[in-house]
């Protein structure tokens, strides 16, 4: 979860990428295969891209697990 790209050290080598495109939030979740544990693999990432800055409620956090969840159903 980056709360804000144009501020955010993590995110310093691909400022003018997101600045570009107006783009000041990210929050992404994993899409784990269904291995359980260990033997999860990482499948990709379900990720929402905000043209403001800041970080997701409990609420959101919620809808971005199910999304992942629906992406590994199908993806798998």
Same mark, same amino acid.
């Given at each position: 979860?980056?709360?804000?790209?144009?501020? /955010?050290?993590?995110?310093?080598?691909? =400022?003018? +990428?997101?600045?570009?495109?107006?783009? %000041?939030?990210?929050?992404?979740? $994993?899409?784990?295969? /269904?291995?359980?544990?260990?033997?999860? =693999?990482? +499948?990709?990432?379900?990720?929402?891209? %905000?043209?403001?800055?800041?970080? $997701?409620?409990?609420?959101?956090?919620?809808?971005?697990?199910?999304?992942?969840?629906?992406?590994?159903?199908?993806?798998?």
């Amino acid at each position: 979860i980056v709360g804000d790209m144009w501020t /955010d050290p993590r995110v310093t080598p691909l =400022r003018e +990428l997101f600045a570009g495109y107006h783009i %000041r939030a990210c929050w992404s979740m $994993p899409i784990l295969s /269904d291995g359980g544990g260990a033997e999860s =693999r990482t +499948l990709g990432t379900f990720a929402v891209y %905000r043209f403001r800055p800041g970080e $997701p409620d409990r609420a959101s956090l919620e809808v971005l697990e199910r999304a992942a969840h629906v992406a590994r159903l199908a993806i798998e």
